[in-house]
């Protein structure tokens, strides 16, 4: 039965939805299989994966601070104009929908605190006559309640409802906020809908975390006895920030053990390709338990969901740096302004008029200005999805949002099975002997490239001075520069501003770069000889780790700034004998090149 067709039958509710946010006539079986089209091959990745699920973070503000989450202070917020106004986010689901993207979650931040968030589900929600099945959210519940009327109204299919501890006491330790019966409202309110026949799913996510509220897993369990909803534990993963260890993850492993104990009948339940979560079942409760297993198996061989974060960037990995702003493109339309309703007004009859002269039919979607190029750039960003993301080892010394921003739910995950016999400062390999093996520390015990863990070093002051020389074929060109005569200009004191701003953006170059606060930054360019500069960059630190990779990527881009400046009066010139010259500080001490 349709959705809507069932809902009218709630007296409880208001009825005031119009003809258009109604779903239409299912198609037959038959003319689906007649008319279905192949699937959009912008949205189709190399490796065959076809995303029809797009989740959209529309805000970054929360109500709550949960541990794993969120810092107490919050994270910074980015200004209001970066960020996708109610027509770019409705124009963006759009295109998405033209291309076969059947089901879209709204996530945050908290997507209830967004203001107009019932205007923009009724815009997304008009698109169910388009081809989108399931419009979701996922929320902590706080201000649901007061809200989810219209939401159902406007078309809302499913809600996953955040809720960590049945304790209104723990619920304040790890939300660090009171709102335990607002949520509960909020589940009842649900649950109520439901009876009387909407079509929500509900889904409750608990974070668990080993010492803080993995003694509630069985609680929560009880709850799937009487009520027809599903639990899903999720593993508690790293971002940037949250003081993630893998002590203190509790692994699906463990808890699956943990229920059999109490329920040995515990069965699993077949899944949906796409699953991120793994169902189970406790034969003869009335719902069901998940598991997002997002640091012990991952499912990126199956995965066909693309982000959008709340500042209009195209996220195809949730784990992935690489994003792609999709709102730049939007707003080029609208000379680079964000487009507004009275923007998209005007925006929409520049479009018609366009149609009309074309003879074009009155299609309802692809009404987003630069449509070609936006299909062009999110067709790119998809093709260069990786089959799979990075693994545990590295993740938690990955940069990456904090979640909040991203509007993360599933985090999926490679985890070698060798990884799991090693620690991250290879103790295997002591344990059998061979410590004295030499070790590239930036490569993790499974191979992979990773950045060294400092969180366990101390401050110390730091300091390494690093050298190289640039050698020129004949003597006009150091002549011209100590006479300052080139014609680029002051050839030394460009080259040390240059080494001094490399030093400082050597994380951006080298990969596995800590980011470090440097104190100094010295750059010493010697042009006594005839034919040679002698170049000479010292850096320090107070920090945990050393500063050799900034003082080497100061001297060699100080080199490389001569060379630049030079390279029209001498083409032999040859850059030589890049090294660490001196190193102190730390534990290893003070070191001196021979
Ligand atoms: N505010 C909404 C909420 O809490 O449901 C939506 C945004 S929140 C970032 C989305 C989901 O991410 C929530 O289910 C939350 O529990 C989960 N989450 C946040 N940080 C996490 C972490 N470190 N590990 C596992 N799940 C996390
Ligand atoms: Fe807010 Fe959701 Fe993060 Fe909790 S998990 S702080 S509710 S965004």
Redesign the pocket.
Known sequence: MQRWLRYQSISTVPSSITDSQKIAPTPSRHDRIRNAKPFSDFLTDTFQREHDYLRISVTER?N?R?V??MPEEGVPLSPNRDLLTTPEIALLASIFVSQGVSKIRL?????TVRRDIVPLMHQIGALQRHGLKELCI???GLSLHRKLDSMVEAGLTGV???L?TLDPWQFQIMTRRKGFDAVQKSIDRILELKKHGAGIKLKI?C?VMRGVNDREILPFVELTREKDIEVRF??????DG?K?SEGKMFSYGEMVDLIKAKHPSLQKVQGHRNDTSKTWHVPGFAGRIGFIT?MTHNFCGTCNRLRITSDGNLKVCLFGNAEVSLRDILRKSNAGEPIDEQALEALKQVEMDRRRGLGASDQPLGMAPNEAELLKVIGMAVKNKKAKHAGMGTLEHMKNRP??LI???Q?RQLFSTSRALLDKTGKKAEQDGDSKQPRLTHVSASGSAHMVSISEKTSTSRIATAACSVHFSNETAVKLIRDNQMKKGDVLGVARVAGIMAAKRTPELIPLCHPIAISHVGVELDASADKVIQVRATVTCDGKTGVEMEALTAASTAALTIYDMCKAVDKGMRIEGLRVVLKDGGKSGRWEAE
Do not use: A, K, Q
Not at 107 to 111: C, H, K, L, S
Not at 234 to 239: G, K, S, V
């Open positions: 929360c709550l949960c794993y989450c996530t945050g931040g908290e997507p996922t929320t902590n996953n409802l955040s960590d996510n974070v999720i593993e508690y993963m790293p971002f949250n993630w997002s979640m909040i509007g993360l739910v985090r």
